[in-house]
């Protein structure tokens, strides 16, 4: 058998995981030491006043910490059923400091540690610390918001006239790339997100046409595996008065915001497609890796497309977004788009993981027809975060995830360092256009991976 690479670790020099820890982990930290203080200086309670001025000493000591490189210490407890593991892993990797630990473990555990000191408050138990950076860069994405819904509804009216299963795979090849491309704008790797014309240049349906840049593309054997039965036309249902067979898709999702807009887009069209009955978009329960989905963050992302205080109003007058708004509301209310959270994605586990931590969400998983899995820290998590060869498999690279017979469906830009399933002939064009490993992490260059699980 061959040998399981190890993981990437911050002390790697050359790596993105290096750079992190060296300067974007400070950053972050500081972002969350500003957002603090911006809702404790706006507020007249004394006891918050003074228990946001806490987390914030708090917090400058964890980014001294991260700076000075000092240990990672057991996290308190907050009455969380994952801080045991947490500190069960951290006591598994030894002595570890903040420039020479796991990437992986130790960016889940920075960002479970700032959680324990919401969570270990009276007034700040569910205060959601990127709150306002998330809802700030979705609103300033709202020229391809309007130029997304516009271009949906005009393909699903399309595929209502005229349902051929060639125009039926173009909207899916579409759809899918939007929802790809649409990981492009986290928050974690692009602070400075709310410009202008850098989101344009990431956002928009030309970014489609970035092709070249998907690295690895297993799209047409996902289509062929999930239109297979498209053959048989739904009136043959109809005919024998049987229902439809229930299918289910499970989405992991990463970012809100744009990210999310697209999602939901690809959400909609997987259910027009018939390609799905039921669609479970899977949430984190405590603010992670700055931008990605709580809970909460779908009724806001659902009330902003209506809200003309929030976006601009010829936006909200456009008839397509308030038609995409609907069809989400429709999608909602009758439990067709179904919203789920689960312990197990916030912590410092990787999947392979999860039949054994997380039996209940394995099964359900198992059971879908296809599992996507949106983003670059769910692709780490995916293969390990090992420094895998570029060409390896990405089936080999997902260990006994390959083979437990769950479909599975990565769609990431490539903002770390690892990445599998790519060609000798692609690698070589790829390391000419984006030289020293710049393709594996600056976020222009994508793989779309596809493992049906089977043994
Ligand atoms: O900083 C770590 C990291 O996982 C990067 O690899 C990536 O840029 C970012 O956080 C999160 O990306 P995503 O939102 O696509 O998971
Ligand atoms: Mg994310």
């Not at 039926?168 to 692009?190: P, Q, R, Y």
């Not at 995830?401 to 770390?416: D, E, F, S, V, W």
Request: charged share 25%; hydrophobic share 40%; glycine share 8%.
């Amino acid at each position: 058998a061959k040998l399981t690479p190890r993981e990437v670790w911050t002390s790697d020099e050359g790596t993105m995981a290096r750079e992190t820890a060296l300067t974007r982990w400070p950053k972050i930290m500081q972002t969350m030491i500003d957002d603090v203080e911006t809702t404790f200086s706006q507020s007249e309670n004394a006891e918050h006043v003074g228990e946001g001025r806490r987390i914030q000493a708090s917090l400058r000591i964890m980014k001294e910490e991260i700076m000075g490189d000092k240990p990672l210490h057991p996290l308190n407890s907050d009455g969380g059923a994952d801080i045991e593991g947490y500190n069960a892993q951290l006591a598994g990797f030894g002595h570890i400091t903040w420039h020479n630990c796991p990437w992986m473990f130790a960016e889940c555990y920075l960002y479970r540690f700032v959680q324990t000191l919401f969570a270990r408050s009276q007034l700040w138990r569910n205060y959601d610390i990127f709150a306002r950076q998330k809802l700030s860069a979705f609103l300033a994405s709202h020229a391809a918001v309007e130029e997304l819904s516009e271009r949906y509804m005009s393909l699903a009216e399309s595929l209502t006239t005229n349902p051929d299963p060639k125009a039926a795979e173009l909207a899916f090849t579409e759809l899918t790339s939007i929802a790809l491309w649409g990981n492009a704008t986290d928050l974690s790797l692009h602070p400075d997100i709310n410009d202008q014309s850098k989101l344009q240049s990431l956002q928009g349906t030309h970014t489609i046409q970035n092709q070249d840049r998907i690295v690895s593309n297993d799209l047409p054997a996902v289509w062929a595996y999930l239109s297979r039965n498209q053959a048989q036309p739904q009136s043959q249902h109809q005919q024998s008065k049987e229902e439809a067979p229930k299918k289910h898709i499970a989405i992991i999702l990463d970012n809100t915001g744009f990210e999310l807009f697209t999602d939901l887009l690809h959400t909609l069209l997987l259910l027009d497609l018939h390609l799905a009955t039921t669609i479970t978009l899977h949430v984190k329960s405590i603010p992670w890796f700055v931008s990605d989905v709580l809970p909460h963050d779908i009724p806001v992302l659902l009330s902003a497309l209506t809200n003309s205080t929030l976006f601009p109003t010829s936006m909200i007058a456009n008839p397509a977004v308030q038609a995409v708004a609907g069809r989400l509301r429709e999608g909602f209310d009758t439990g067709k788009v179904k919203v789920k959270e689960d312990g197990f994605w916030t912590t410092g586990y990787g999947f392979e993981e999860m039949e054994g931590r997380a039996p209940g969400l394995w099964g359900e998983l198992r059971g879908s027809e296809v599992v996507v899995f949106k983003g670059d820290l769910n692709y780490r998590k995916l293969v390990g975060d090992r420094r895998w060869g570029y060409g390896t498999p990405f089936r080999e690279a997902i260990g006994s995830l390959g083979r437990g017979g769950m479909k599975i469906l990565a769609l990431r830009t490539n903002k770390a360092d690892v990445c599998v399933g790519v060609d000798g002939e692609v690698l070589e064009r790829v390391e000419r256009e984006a030289p020293g490993g710049e393709w594996v992490r600056n976020g222009r260059y994508a793989v779309i991976s596809f493992s049906d699980g089977s043994d």
